[in-house]
C-alpha cells in the first residue's frame, strides 16, 4: 500500500466511523423517546429506601436534599449517610432537617471504615445491611443530583416489570459558566451518555434496585470490595438473571463548572470505575483507539505531505480532518435538541446556546479527544488514585485498598482538592 492509499484509506475509515457514530445517535435518541416497559394499570408504589452518602457540602447539596424530601411518592424513607460526625455535610443536613421537619428521613453517622472499598461504597454497606426487609426497593442518587417532585415515582415505575432489576437515568450539564473545563467534560458526557446505554452502564446519580439484587445477587458483598457502586450491578443484575433499563425521564441536569485539571482528575475515575467492575471495558478501549487512530494518521500524512510536498496526499488529509470536525460538530445540535426535548417536558430552566460558545467548541472538541485518550493511556499505570481527599491502591487482580482513613474535615484545603471538590463522581 502507498502513501496515498492509505490516506484515502484513513479519510474511509473517518466516513466508517461517522456512519456508525449517527446510526448509534439515531437509535440512542430512538431509545429515549420512549419507555421500555409497559406503565402498570395500578400505580407502582413499593416501599423505598432512598440512600444519599455525602463527604463534603457539594455546591447544590441544599437544594438536592430539599428535592427529596418534596418527592410525590408516598411511602419512602430518605437515609442521609456521612461517613464522620465532623463532616461539614452534617451541618447542612441538620439545618435542613431542622428547617422541614420531615417524619421519613433518618441521619446516619459511619462508624466503620472497611479497607477494602471506596468510602461511598462503604456507607453504602453500612446502610443496606441493617435495613428493614419490608423495603422492596433501594434507590441512590448523588449530591450533584437535583431530584423534581416525581423523581422517585419515575425511578421505582419500571421496576414493576420482571425483567428488570434496576432503573437508572443519566446526567447531562447545561453548566453555568462555559469555560473550558465544563465544556470539555459536557463534550465527554454527551458520548459518553451514548456508548453506557448501548452498554447498560447503570448510573449511581439515579438508581434503583429491587431487593432481589441483595439476595440473589449477593450485591452487598460485591460493595464491600469495589471501588464504585454502580458500575458493580452488572454483575449482579447477571446472578440475578435481570436487567438493568434506563428511564427516559430522568436526564439529571448538573450546573456545576470544572476546570481542565479537576476534569482530567474525575474522568480517569469515571473511566477506572468501568475497567475494574463492567464487562465492556472493551468496547470502552476500542471507542478509544477509533477516536485516536484517524487523529494520528491525519497529523502524521499532513507532516509527511508538507515535507514531501504531496498534494494529493495533504488533500486527502485535510479532507479527513475537515470530515471529520464536521461530522462530530454534526452531531452535537441533534443530541442537544433531543435531550432538551425530554428536559421542556418537566419545565426544566435552559440557557441558551450563544455564539460565543459555540466558538469555544471549536477548541474544545480536540482538546476533549486529547484529554480523553491521555485518561485512557494513563489509566494504565495508574496504581493509586485519590478521591475526595483518601488514597485507595489498586491490585493488580482489580482489588481496592484504602491506604488511610481522614475525615473530611481534616483534609487540608490547596487549590487542587478545592477544585476537584466541585465534581461529584
Known amino acids: 500500500m502507498t502513501i496515498l492509499h492509505f490516506a484515502i484509506a484513513n479519510f474511509a475509515l473517518v466516513v466508517c466511523i461517522h456512519i456508525v457514530a449517527y446510526g448509534a445517535l439515531f437509535f440512542y435518541l430512538r431509545g429515549i423517546a420512549r419507555k421500555g416497559w409497559k406503565t402498570p394499570a395500578v400505580p407502582f408504589i413499593p416501599k423505598t429506601a432512598v440512600i444519599l452518602t455525602l463527604r463534603g457540602a457539594d455546591p447544590f447539596l441544599n437544594r438536592c436534599i430539599e428535592g427529596l424530601l418534596k418527592q410525590d411518592h408516598p411511602n419512602y424513607t430518605v437515609f442521609l449517610v456521612v461517613d464522620s460526625d465532623s463532616d461539614p455535610a452534617l451541618h447542612v443536613v441538620q439545618d435542613i432537617v431542622k428547617k422541614l421537619q420531615p417524619n421519613n428521613v433518618e441521619v446516619v453517622i459511619v462508624d466503620e471504615h472497611l479497607k ?9 454497606c453500612y446502610v443496606t445491611k441493617d435495613i428493614d426487609p419490608s423495603y422492596e426497593v433501594v434507590a ?8 423534581h417532585p416525581n423523581w ?14 434496576a432503573a437508572t437515568g443519566q446526567r447531562w450539564y447545561i453548566p453555568e459558566k462555559d469555560n473550558f473545563g465544563s465544556l470539555v467534560r459536557y463534550l ?31 450485591l452487598l458483598e ?3 470490595n469495589a471501588f464504585t457502586d454502580d458500575a458493580s450491578i452488572s454483575s449482579a443484575l447477571h446472578a440475578s438473571g435481570m436487567k438493568s433499563v434506563f428511564v427516559p425521564s430522568l436526564f439529571m441536569v448538573n450546573r456545576e463548572t470544572c476546570t481542565l485539571l479537576s476534569f482530567y482528575r474525575w474522568v480517569k475515575r469515571q473511566l477506572l470505575c468501568v475497567k475494574l467492575h463492567h464487562p465492556t471495558w472493551g468496547v470502552v478501549i476500542a471507542h478509544g483507539v477509533l477516536i485516536m487512530l484517524p487523529l494520528v494518521a491525519m497529523l502524521l500524512l499532513v507532516i509527511y505531505a508538507v515535507i514531501y510536498q504531496d498534494y494529493a496526499i495533504f488533500a ?21 435538541r433531543g435531550i432538551r426535548n425530554k428536559l421542556r417536558e418537566r419545565n426544566e430552566p435552559l440557557s441558551p446556546w450563544t455564539w460565543s460558545k459555540a466558538l469555544r467548541m471549536l477548541i474544545a472538541v480536540p482538546l476533549t479527544q486529547c484529554v480523553y485518550i491521555s485518561a485512557l493511556f494513563w489509566l494504565h499505570f495508574m496504581k493509586k488514585v485519590e478521591w475526595r481527599g483518601v488514597w485507595y491502591e489498586i491490585g493488580k487482580d482489580k482489588t481496592v485498598r484504602m491506604i488511610e482513613y481522614i475525615p473530611y474535615a481534616e483534609v487540608k484545603s490547596n487549590a487542587t482538592s478545592q477544585t476537584d471538590e466541585t465534581v461529584s463522581l
Open 116 to 124: 477494602s472499598c471506596t468510602l461511598k461504597c462503604n456507607s453504602l
Open 140 to 147: 441512590i442518587l448523588d449530591a450533584d443530583t437535583n431530584p
Open 152 to 165: 422517585l415515582r419515575s425511578l421505582v415505575e419500571p421496576l414493576s416489570d420482571a425483567r428488570f432489576g
Open 188 to 218: 465527554w458526557n454527551a458520548a459518553s451518555v451514548v456508548l453506557c446505554y448501548f452498554s447498560r452502564i447503570t448510573w449511581g446519580g439515579s438508581l434503583a434496585l429491587k431487593r432481589d439484587l441483595f439476595v440473589k445477587g449477593n
Open 222 to 224: 460485591g460493595w464491600r
Open 316 to 336: 486527502w488529509s485535510v479532507g479527513s480532518f475537515v470530515l471529520y470536525g464536521v461530522g462530530v460538530f454534526g452531531t452535537l445540535p441533534i443530541m442537544e
